[in-house]
C-alpha cells in the first residue's frame, strides 16, 4: 500500500519530503531517475485519455521526465510556487522565460548590477528582436518606478543578493511600485538567497529564477536552472521548453533533489560561516573592506534584516589593500579554498573576478562597471570555519607581515 506523505510547511521537512510520493516504484525510498527518451502507451484510448489531460502519461522525452518532474514539485513546494519548469542551466531558465513571454515592442526594467551573462541577453539578443530595456540602480527606486513605460514594459528584473557586492533590493518596495502598473510582472534571481533565506512570491514577485547550479544543487556536481511561478505561466513556459529543447538529463535532475535535500542544514552552516569569516576579515588590517549583508556596514544590512530572516548568505566579498597583483598573490597563498569561478558548493570557492569573470574588460571597463582590481570574492563553504579563518589568515600575512 502507498502512504501519502505530509509534508508540513518547514523548509527542513519540504526539502527532504517535498515534490515526492512517500516511496518510489518497486518500494525505493529515494527517487528512480528514469532514463526514457520516449513513453509507451497501452491503447489508443489512452492516446486520448493522454491528450485529453485525463491522465497523467508521459509522450515524448523533449516534453516532461518523471524525475524531472519530482525535482520541478520538490523545488515549487520550497519556493511556495503553484508550480517549477526545469532547465538544463540557468541561463537557459532565465533566456527561454524572456523569450517565451516577451514580444518585439516589450520593454524591460533591470536592476543594473544583475547576472551580467542575463544583461548581456537583454543587450543582444533581446535588443535584436526589438525588447527594449533600462537599466537602474539597484537603491534607486524612484529611478525604478520613472523608468516604468505604461503599455510597454512587461516586466522588472532584479537580484537579491546581487553579485559580487551581496546588495540586497528591497523586494517589498519593487513590489509595490509593480502594483501600480497592471500588466507589469516582477521577476526576481534568488540563486545566491535560496528559499531558506528569501522567499520573493511571499513580497510580491510573480516569478523566481535560480541558477540551481549554485546553493541548491550544492555539491558543485551539476548545472540546472529553474522558473517557479503560476500554474497557467509554467504551463506556457512548459510549452516553450519543448519547442527550444532545452530539456534537463534526468541524471542531473536526480543529482538536483539528491542535493536538495539536505538544502536547509547546508545553508544554515554556509550562513554560520560565512558570517564567521566576514567578521575576522573585517577586523584585519590587511583587508579594506568586506562586503557581507549581515554585518552593520553593508549598505544594505537594514533591508536584509527586514527581508532575510534566516541568515545572510554563504558570500563574502572584500577588497584586499593593493591592486591586482596583491589580491592575487593572496589567492595563490591561500591553500584551502578552490581558485574557482561559481559559488553555493560544499567546498569554498574563492575568485578574483578582475582575473576571472571580468578577465576580458581593461581595467578601465571593470572600474566603470565597479569590478575593483583588488576585490576578492568567496563562495564560503561548509568546512570548518576556524580551519578556513587559519587558511586566509595565513595567506594574508603573506601578502602584508604585519
Ligand atoms: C545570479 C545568477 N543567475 C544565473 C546564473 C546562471 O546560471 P548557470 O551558470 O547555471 O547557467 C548565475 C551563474 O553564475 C548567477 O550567478
Not at 255 to 269: D, W
Not at 304 to 330: C, K, N, P, Q, W
Request: glycine letters at 8%; proline letters at 6%.
Amino acid at each position: 500500500m502507498t502512504k501519502s506523505s505530509d509534508q508540513g510547511t518547514s523548509l527542513h521537512t519540504l526539502a527532504v519530503r517535498g515534490g515526492e510520493p512517500h516511496s518510489h516504484g518497486y518500494d525505493a525510498v529515494t527517487v528512480p531517475i528514469v532514463c526514457t527518451a520516449t513513453y509507451s502507451f497501452a491503447s489508443s484510448a489512452d492516446i486520448h485519455a493522454h491528450f485529453r489531460g485525463e491522465i497523467e502519461h508521459g509522450e515524448y522525452g523533449r516534453y516532461g521526465n518523471p524525475t524531472v518532474r519530482i525535482a520541478e514539485r520538490k523545488l515549487a513546494a520550497l519556493e511556495g510556487a503553484e508550480d517549477a519548469v526545469l532547465f538544463p542551466s540557468g541561463m537557459n531558465a532565465i533566456t527561454t522565460m524572456l523569450l517565451a513571454m516577451l514580444k518585439p515592442g516589450d520593454h524591460i526594467v533591470m536592476t543594473g548590477d544583475c547576472y551580467r551573462r542575463t544583461r548581456q541577453f537583454l543587450k543582444t539578443t533581446l535588443a535584436k528582436f526589438g525588447v527594449r530595456h533600462s537599466f537602474v540602480p539597484p537603491d534607486d527606486l524612484s529611478a525604478l518606478d520613472r523608468a516604468i513605460e505604461p503599455g510597454a514594459t512587461r516586466l522588472i528584473i532584479t537580484e537579491a543578493p546581487t553579485n559580487p557586492y551581496l546588495r540586497i533590493v528591497d523586494l517589498e518596495r519593487i513590489a509595490e511600485i509593480k502594483h501600480k502598473h497592471p500588466g507589469v510582472k516582477l521577476m526576481v534571481d534568488t540563486t545566491l538567497a535560496t528559499p531558506v533565506l528569501c522567499r520573493p512570491l511571499e513580497f510580491g514577485a510573480d516569478i523566481v529564477v535560480h541558477s540551481c547550479t549554485k546553493y541548491l544543487a550544492g555539491h558543485n556536481d551539476v548545472l540546472a536552472g529553474v522558473v517557479c511561478g503560476d500554474g497557467p505561466l509554467m504551463a506556457g513556459l512548459r510549452d516553450a521548453r519543448g519547442v527550444f529543447g532545452g530539456m534537463p538529463d534526468p541524471h542531473g535532475a536526480y543529482l538536483l533533489i539528491r542535493g536538495l535535500k539536505t538544502l536547509a542544514v547546508r545553508m544554515k552552516q554556509h550562513n554560520e560561516n560565512a558570517a564567521r569569516v566576514a567578521a575576522f576579515l573585517e577586523a584585519e588590517p590587511a583587508v579594506e573592506r568586506v562586503y557581507y549583508p549581515g554585518l552593520p556596514s553593508h549598505p544594505d544590512h537594514t533591508t536584509a534584516s527586514r527581508l532575510f530572516t534566516r541568515g545572510y548568505g554563504g558570500m563574502v566579498s572584500f577588497h584586499i589593500r593593493g591592486g591586482l597583483e596583491d589580491a592575487a598573490r593572496f589567492v595563490d597563498a591561500s591553500t584551502l579554498p578552490n581558485l574557482a569561478p561559481s559559488m553555493g558548493g560544499v567546498e569554498t570557492l574563492m575568485e578574483q573576478p578582475a582575473l576571472m569573470s571580468f578577465y576580458e574588460l581593461s581595467p578601465e571597463q571593470r572600474a566603470e562597471i565597479g569590478i575593483a582590481e583588488n576585490l576578492i570574492r568567496l563562495s564560503v563553504g561548509i568546512e570548518d570555519a576556524e580551519d578556513l579563518i587559519a587558511d586566509l589568515h595565513r595567506a594574508l600575512r603573506q601578502v602584508s607581515p604585519t
